[in-house]
């Protein structure tokens, strides 16, 4: 089983920037794509972006513009740089890795965006 660590998240401040990593415990070019994920309580989990095996990407409607995704291969690492930053962005940030047989999540990390 993949082993998937999210980290970078934190208290910004509206307007502010934060940059998520994702760490992976295999090399990340053997997945399909990785993608980041939002949830907040009560509501059910939103993609946010996509990178492909590739080098793709693709985003949500509501962090187009905003939110950049990337990744470091010789790192094993996926980033989510996440700039102006709005209340309605605060959510755990879930990290997910989709391979040829299974799928991987990390354990997320919390993003919180004070007005």
């Known amino acids: 089983q993949v082993q998937l660590v999210e980290s970078g998240g934190g208290l910004v401040q509206a307007g502010g920037t934060l940059r998520l990593s994702c760490a992976a415990s295999l090399s990340i070019s053997t997945f399909n794509y990785m993608a980041w994920y939002r949830q907040v309580p009560g509501k059910q989990r939103e993609w946010v972006a996509t990178i492909t095996q590739g080098g793709s990407r693709a985003y949500s409607d509501s962090v187009r513009g905003r939110f950049s995704v990337s990744r470091d291969i010789a790192r094993n690492t996926m980033y989510l740089q996440m700039s102006s930053l709005k209340p309605d962005d605060t959510a755990v940030y879930y990290c997910?890795?989709?391979?040829?047989?299974?799928?991987?999540w990390g354990q997320g990390t919390q993003v919180t965006v004070s007005s």
């Open positions: 997910k890795a989709q391979g040829p047989s299974q799928t991987d």
